[in-house]
Structure formats: C-alpha cells, structure tokens
C-alpha cells in the first residue's frame, strides 16, 4: 500500500499531465510480456517486426519479472503538453549515479545489455529508446495523445462535478481518497506513506497500464499512473455506425463522426482513426459545430470536440433505430 498524504496547499495541486517517454517506457511491458495487453498485440507484433534486434535486446531487458520499468523512463511531466524529444535531452544530462540508482532498484540482477558503465548504459539505452520511437511511436502518438487528453478533459469534468472524491472514486478501483489521503492498493508489498509537503500530486493516464501505479523510488515527484478511458478501443478500425436515417441525414461520415465524439476527440485523433487528412476532419468538425451538433474546448494546443445535448438527442434516436 502506498498512501501520499496531501497538505492543504496539495489539495488544490492536483494536476493532470501526459508524459510521451512516460508512455513509451511503460509499453516496454507489453513488448516483454505481450500477452498480458491483447488489446495492443498487433500493434506489438508490427513493432516487434521493424525494430533492430539490438534495439528489442535493450528494450525488453529494462523491464523485469514484476513489470517494473526503471524510473528514469518514466519521468513525472508538468504539463499536459511535454515534448519527447525534450524529456530525451533530459535522460541525456543524468549523472551516471542517476541511472545506476535506477536500474539497480528494479533489477536484482542486471540482463548483460544493461551492464558496464553508467553512461556508456545510459547512452546504449538512450539510442534505443530513440529507435523504438521512431519505429513505433512517431507515426502513431497523435492518436495514442487524443485518447488521453480526452481522459484529462473527462476527469476536469468529474472534478468540477463530484470534486476531488467523486474523481478519484472513478479512477481505478486501486484508488481511494479519504480527507487528504491518497492511497493506492499495489503489488508492490512495500507499507509507505509520503508526506507530499507541497509537492502536490500528478495524474497521468496511460494506455499502457492494467492497473494503478507509481515510482518505483520514493524521491521524486508525488505521481499515480492509472489507466486511461478508451484505451480498448485505440487500434480498433473505424467502421460506419448508426441508423440508415442518421447516415441519410448528415453523411456516412458525420454520422459516424457524432457517434464517436460521444467521448471527447481531436481531429488529430479522428484523422487517423478514419485513415483521412486532417483537414477533412476540420471541415467536418467545423460544419457540425456550426449545426449544433458539437461542442468544443481548447485543451493545451488541441480543439476537443464533444456532442452537445441536440447532437447526443441525435445519437440517441440513432441507437434506438439500429437493431439489436
């Protein structure tokens, strides 16, 4: 059990950020054990592929039996808008004494790609992680970055209508929050409770997360990775959906579009999933927004578009006509 004890100024310092190397070190579990994440298997399988065996070496011995991933790779962000390439500078500027810390926390013993020198490991890791990026991230983080910031702005909104208890209610069934404790059921046996003195407390939702977890050293900044909303239906392919008549009244494409901003979703996200520029999207987006179909906020440097009540009363009429 981990219980971060919040002060009163850390009550109104609960945030939500998403961290890019964060999401790209917790996937190394399913690059070593992908049958725990069936979701993201061929996604697994195409990476796996294209990955040089040196790299998939490296990658999978940072990880080990419990699924712990060194700390350095999971970096705590302050903002929901981090840049990877700016967190692999930082990785870049850790002292040797950082990185052997880390690794000798998670492993008992060290797999021999992870052995010699701290910062010839360091730099060995470092171009590694790069590669796997490049093979694998690059072409499809604006997709995985629409299904978490949607997360963000679902949990602003729990927020601003349950508070603090109703959020963390929803957020894990590991979770609990009584007064101004935090408390996270893991599998981790350590007993630890953190004063977070100020600090405040990060949320950062993951795609690759069955369950809630934390660092593995108790040093850094206060954190809960939890899994996001949605993550199930990341790499499911876009199909038509909804009743003939709302397809006849807006367009295949709309239709489908109203039915999947039920949750909230850039047009980055949406490009992607339907295979389409994203200025198609736009105007899609624009010309329903227009119509009243859609409601939409800035979230960081993305528009986030949801259904409005006339557009859900539309959805809903939808539902109703397809067949069961």
């Given at each position: 059990m981990l219980r971060y004890r919040l002060s009163d100024s850390d009550l109104s310092e609960v945030r939500f950020a998403i961290s890019p190397l964060n999401e790209l070190g917790l996937s190394?579990?399913?690059?070593?054990?992908?049958a725990r994440f069936p979701t993201h298997l061929r996604w697994v399988r195409r990476v796996t592929d294209d990955l040089p065996a040196h790299a998939l070496e490296i990658l999978r011995a940072l990880v080990?039996?419990?699924?712990?991933?060194?700390?350095?790779?999971?970096?705590?962000?302050?903002?929901?808008?981090?840049?990877?390439?700016?967190?692999?500078?930082a990785v870049a500027a850790?002292?040797?004494?950082?990185?052997?810390?880390?690794?000798?926390?998670?492993?008992?013993?060290r797999p021999a790609p992870l052995r010699g020198p701290a910062e010839t490991v360091r730099d060995r890791v470092l171009d590694a992680v790069a590669t796997y990026w490049d093979a694998s991230f690059r072409t499809t983080w604006a997709r995985?970055?629409?299904?978490?910031?949607?997360?963000?702005?679902?949990?602003g909104r729990t927020v601003g209508r349950s508070g603090l208890v109703g959020m963390f209610a929803d957020l894990a069934p590991a979770v609990s929050f009584g007064g101004r404790t935090v408390s996270l059921a893991l599998r981790d046996p350590r007993d630890r409770t953190i004063d977070t003195?100020?600090?405040?407390?990060?949320?950062?939702?993951?795609?690759?997360?069955?369950r809630v977890s934390s660092p593995v050293t108790d040093d850094g900044p206060p954190s809960v990775i939890y899994p996001a909303r949605g993550s199930a239906t990341l790499w499911e392919p876009v199909r038509p959906r909804g009743s003939g008549a709302l397809r006849n009244l807006l367009g295949a494409t709309r239709a489908g579009l109203?039915?999947?901003?039920?949750?909230?979703?850039?047009?980055?996200?949406?490009?992607?999933?339907?295979?389409?520029?994203?200025?198609?999207?736009n105007q899609h987006l624009r010309a329903m927004h227009?119509?009243?179909?859609?409601?939409?906020?800035?979230?960081?440097?993305?528009?986030?578009?949801?259904?409005?009540?006339?557009?859900?009363?539309?959805?809903?009429?939808?539902d109703d006509a397809t067949p069961g």
């Open positions: 190394l579990r399913a690059l070593s054990d992908p080990d039996e419990r699924h712990w991933v060194p700390d350095f790779l999971n970096p705590v962000p302050t903002t929901p808008l981090t840049r990877f390439d700016d967190e692999l500078d850790l002292p040797g004494s950082r990185v052997d810390r880390d690794l000798d926390a998670v492993h008992r013993v995985m970055r629409g299904v978490l910031d949607a997360d963000i702005v679902h949990r003195g100020g600090a405040g407390l990060t949320l950062i939702p993951s795609l690759f997360t069955l109203l039915l999947e901003l039920r949750r909230p979703g850039s047009s980055t996200e949406l490009a992607a999933r339907h295979g389409v520029s994203t200025s198609a999207v227009d119509a009243g179909l859609l409601t939409r906020a800035r979230h960081g440097r993305s528009t986030l578009y949801l259904t409005s009540e006339l557009g859900e009363s539309l959805a809903a009429v939808a």
